[in-house]
């Protein structure tokens, strides 16, 4: 049964109080259509977070002035009221998204591996079997980036990026769906996830049978 898309997109933008996020993410686990409308949402979140500052020195285009002002009335209210609110929300991200990142190329630029890795960061490597990892992790105001690089997972696997708390909570930081070529060559997959970046401890590739297929310690 698919999820409220209102809390899926909130969710994905960061909007979530801890026991909603917590709540939204043990059903995630479990629900593969809810999980699947969450990584379409995840992925134009991510990449609104990550455009760079100089697209906007002609000014924020009225679609990022909508989702401001959508953000803002979502934090004013509560219950039911925040409910129907984040479906506009939801909305004005994906007008957000093909306003900026139309054509991918802005998008393929902010997303580069390669990007200098910023102040703070934590980053660990590991192998497991087969599976060779590396992740990065890049503290925000109460948030966390990741950027995890791996090779040598099995082709046809749906993985999900796990972030791991210090009392033992499980966040998801994003997902993917291993092909022939990233078995063989790796990729990185980048997300993000809220939590106190002080209180990361680990970060876990998972299986959709829920199994860890490697986990490092941060």
């Given at each position: 049964?698919?999820?409220?898309?209102?809390?899926?997109?909130?969710?994905?933008?960061?909007?979530?109080?801890?026991?909603?996020?917590?709540?939204?993410?043990?059903?995630?686990?479990?629900?593969?259509?809810?999980?699947?409308?969450?990584?379409?949402?995840r992925r134009t979140a991510d990449a609104l977070r990550a455009?760079?500052?100089?697209?906007?020195?002609?000014?924020?285009?009225?679609?990022?002035?909508?989702?401001?002002?959508?953000?803002?009335?979502?934090?004013?209210?509560?219950?039911?009221?925040?409910?129907?609110?984040?479906?506009?929300?939801?909305?004005?991200?994906?007008?957000?998204?093909?306003?900026?990142?139309?054509?991918?190329?802005?998008?393929?630029?902010?997303?580069?591996?390669?990007?200098?890795?910023?102040?703070?960061?934590?980053?660990?490597?590991?192998?497991?079997?087969?599976?060779?990892?590396?992740?990065?992790?890049?503290?925000?105001?109460?948030?966390?980036?990741?950027?995890?690089?791996?090779?040598?997972?099995?082709?046809?696997?749906?993985?999900?990026?796990?972030?791991?708390?210090?009392?033992?909570?499980?966040?998801?930081?994003?997902?993917?769906?291993?092909?022939?070529?990233?078995?063989?060559?790796?990729?990185?997959?980048?997300?993000?996830?809220?939590?106190?970046?002080?209180?990361?401890?680990?970060?876990?590739?998972?299986?959709?049978?829920?199994?860890?297929?490697?986990?490092?310690?941060?």
């Amino acid at each position: 049964m698919l999820h409220d898309r209102g809390d899926l997109g909130a969710h994905a933008l960061g909007l979530l109080d801890a026991d909603e996020a917590r709540a939204l993410d043990a059903h995630l686990r479990t629900c593969s259509d809810c999980r699947h409308e969450w990584e379409s949402l995840r992925r134009t979140a991510d990449a609104l977070r990550a455009l760079p500052p100089e697209v906007f020195l002609d000014g924020p285009p009225d679609s990022e002035l909508l989702l401001r002002r959508t953000v803002r009335a979502v934090r004013a209210e509560g219950g039911g009221a925040r409910r129907r609110t984040r479906l506009a929300l939801a909305a004005a991200a994906a007008a957000v998204a093909v306003a900026l990142v139309g054509g991918g190329a802005v998008l393929g630029r902010a997303l580069d591996p390669s990007t200098t890795v910023s102040a703070g960061s934590r980053t660990v490597e590991g192998t497991a079997g087969p599976i060779v990892m590396s992740a990065t992790v890049t503290p925000a105001a109460g948030w966390v980036r990741v950027a995890t690089t791996v090779r040598g997972i099995a082709a046809g696997k749906r993985c999900t990026i796990v972030v791991v708390g210090r009392d033992g909570t499980e966040n998801v930081a994003g997902s993917w769906l291993v092909s022939p070529a990233w078995e063989v060559d790796g990729g990185t997959v980048q997300g993000s996830t809220i939590i106190d970046p002080d209180d990361v401890v680990a970060v876990a590739i998972r299986d959709e049978s829920g199994t860890d297929l490697i986990t490092l310690p941060v």
